[in-house]
């Protein structure tokens, strides 16, 4: 579980980084960045990935625990995860390790 600090839940915040923010795609993911001063991290998976809470869930399981260990090696910023539909097709590791691979491309995971 990230700690209360780290996690972004007012709307407003959330539509900021959607508006405002820099977009990576992966086949599973949208990541939304804006920086800022500490590392925030957000998350939306919509019922258009999954009818069934049980696999939204184990999405955001998968997504949370990697942000959460990676959050030392992560640049402060905002950070919005959105899951595709075809996120659901994916098992916890492999997209977690999209995850990572994305930002390391993007130059925010250090």
Do not use: C
């Amino acid at each position: 579980m990230l700690k209360k600090t780290n996690r972004i839940n007012k709307t407003r915040d959330l539509q900021k980084v959607y508006r405002s923010g820099k977009t990576l795609h992966t086949p599973a993911l949208v990541i939304k960045f804006v920086s800022g001063a500490k590392t925030r991290v957000g998350m939306v998976v919509s019922k258009k990935v999954s009818k069934k809470a049980v696999e939204r869930n184990r999405i955001k399981r998968a997504l949370r625990e990697k942000m959460r260990n990676g959050l030392p090696s992560l640049a402060p910023g905002d950070y919005m995860l959105v899951a595709k539909p075809t996120a659901a097709s994916y098992k916890g590791k492999e997209l977690s390790d999209q995850l990572q691979a994305s930002l390391v491309r993007a130059g925010l995971w250090k």
